[in-house]
């Protein structure tokens, strides 16, 4: 009995221990609430590995600070520090890398008070710029927090006089020049000079032609063209700027070009081709996407916010679409509200939730990490290197389109058309197959140039002398036959040849 | 079968001739004038599928052989259809034979030339399809001759009338088509509604 009850005891041990052991290393892996996907260059939506996963949440509960209420801008200094901009509260608040708090800018009294600010810059020194949006003003403060100066609404005639001033966000190039989004403005970017003065408009969009209002123009009478609404440009939302010193920008209400990269003189280099940017069923048909925010790394890979599907879409430097995150919803992953974006060195995204008062981080998936490595080396135009990390893609996702144009652009470097040209069909590409047709037909004519000419000569040689000598043969047949046809209606003797 | 081919022949060579030639009681069949029909669908299906891969405007799955057959029969017919009408109106003296096999005949340039012109899509780039589009091109501009063509000799009018007709006959196809898809709609609607009423009226029994 006691040894019946000690073997009991040493196998329920035994089990229990492999029971625990086996649950030790259980990680829970919840699922995403977003599905992955690219598109193909049929502009479909195809299955893919999600590019970014959500991580973790600041929302300011844990910090002697409090909660966050309505924030409406992030920013990542160089130094890894966090800048969130605290619009309910009129503050901004500063973190460091882990999240903990170094200090709040906004003074309790004074100049140094905001009033709901919506955006903020910090320049390499640590010197902090302000949207002080309902102050109408620009605050700036020192790396410490300490008001240094501010500058009003700026005064030019080019301005007008019925120009409202709401700074929303900003951005300080080199020359400690200041570009502001104004809310409701559309001339574009707002240039002020380290002295507050106006330095005039930097990249305003344009209003293109349109066959309605050519005829609206010719048909209508003065009275009605009064009454019509008057055509503005876009208004931009937001403006960054990337390491070489571009400026990209935001644009809303517009279904194509959404996200530019001006060059100094304001002048579209991303879409060369115009370009459809986000989704066009994601909120709905014919949505038009409302970029509200945007965010270039070091290697110019975008990612955007779109306000209208609340998703993250990544695009690299040539416009090429890579990943899509995000989404509409409660769950840890969706935004309510979200409103900001910005992105750290190691490639984390922050998305600002104005409507759940929180700021989301999301990590890169190691297979993004694949595909940035692969595209850093594509973009760049070093197809070879690239040609490896662009078939681990493939290995990991056979849908990724641009892994076979990038392929394919390696091969046909490599002088290795024909498969350049399998590559180019998979990729959907046609442009790109055509020009390595081109080279393979030049290479096979060079190749069998002697059996070329013989087929042509034989071609010729059959059409010309064989061709018409068969065609003699059926017709004299032929009349024979007609002959003896007629021999017989007349009712002559049948198959008669001599007739 | 020899003589289609050799009206075939006639129509390409002698476009004139062959217009007046059919008007003649028993020169051509109707069977003569659908085999035209299925040779030019023949013709299209295998030019889209020797298509090469630069110049293939569409998916495969996007191609239908039902959809192709449709889009070749219902406008020859519904023009048939209409410009029979228009013409028998005003003073036109084909008969619907002639206008059904004289159209029938005009697509024969197309069903002959569409795929040796395909064809060269497999030795062309991109850059240099102007070849193909300018041949493309010109066989449809042939056809569309020869319509105009019978128009005029099959019903005996001179040159304005014949613009006149064809574009009245162009209104015509339209009235139709619109036609047809209101009667689809209202059909539609009057099966749904008795299917329906089936429905409920087993549904209470």
Known sequence: MKQVSKFRFVVSTAIALLMLVTALPVQTYAASPYEGYTRNKLGDDVHSINGYIYESS??????????????????????????????GN??????????????????????????????????????????????QRIAIFDQKGKFQNQFGKPENPLLGATFSYSPSKLLVDKRNYMFVVSDGNTQGLIQIDPNGQFKGFYGANHVGFSWSRLINKLVATDEQKAKLSVVKPLEFSNAVQDEEGFIYTSTLGT??????????????????????????????????????DLAVDKDGVITALDLQSSKVYQYDKLGN???????????????????????????????????????????????????????????????????????????????????????????FKAENYKDAMTYFELARSRYDYSIAFKEYRKEYIRENFAWICLIIVVIIIALRYILPFLWRRVRI????????GAAHIKGGVPHDRNL | MIATFRLMRQVIVHPIDFFHDIQEPGRVKWLQALFIVGLAYIAKMVAILIT??????????????????????????????????????????????????????????????????TLLTNILALDESSMYTFLIHFTLFWVGWLLLLKVRIVHDFELVKMVWITLLSI??????????ILLFGLINQLINFVVDMFKEVNFRR
């Open chain 1, 58 to 87: 600041i929302d300011g509960y844990d910090l002697s600070s409090g909660p966050f209420s309505a924030p409406e801008d992030v920013f990542l200094a160089d130094d890894g520090t966090i800048y969130i901009v605290d619009t």
């Open chain 2, 171 to 180: 209104v015509g196809i339209l009235i139709i088509w619109f036609v047809g």
């Open chain 2, 52 to 117: 090469g891969y630069a110049f293939q405007t569409r998916e495969p799955y996007e191609i239908s052989f039902l959809n192709e057959f449709i889009w070749i029969v219902v406008p020859l017919f519904t023009w048939t259809v209409s410009n029979w009408a228009v013409s028998a109106i005003l003073d036109g003296e084909g008969k619907f034979k002639e206008v059904f096999v004289g159209s029938a005949f005009a697509l024969v340039p197309y069903a002959i030339f569409i795929v040796p012109i």
């Open chain 1, 255 to 292: 279904e194509m070009n959404q996200l530019k990269r001006l060059s100094p003189v304001g002048v579209d280099t991303l879409n060369i081709v115009p370009r459809r940017y986000g989704g066009r069923f994601d909120n709905g048909p014919f949505s038009v996407p409302s970029f509200l």
């Open chain 1, 477 to 484: 047949m032929l009349s024979a036959r007609r002959l003896a």
């Open chain 1, 90 to 135: 009129s503050r901004i608040v500063h973190l460091n890398k882990k999240h903990e708090l170094l200090g709040i800018i906004g003074d309790e009294e004074g100049d140094g008070k905001l009033y709901e600010p919506k955006g903020v810059f910090v320049k390499q020194d640590g010197t902090i710029y302000v949207a002080d949006t309902k102050n």
């Open chain 1, 321 to 411: 679409f890579l990943f899509v995150f995000g989404g509409l919803g409660d769950q840890n992953g969706l935004f309510i509200t979200p409103s900001s974006l910005a992105q750290s060195p190691d490639g984390t995204v922050f998305v600002v939730d104005k409507g759940r008062n929180r700021v989301d981080l999301f990590r890169t998936t190691p297979f993004a990490e694949l595909v940035h490595d692969a595209s850093r080396l594509f973009v760049d135009g070093r197809y070879k290197e690239a040609e490896g990390l662009w078939n681990e893609v493939l290995h990991l996702n056979g849908n990724f389109d641009l892994a076979y144009l990038a392929i394919g652009k390696s091969l």
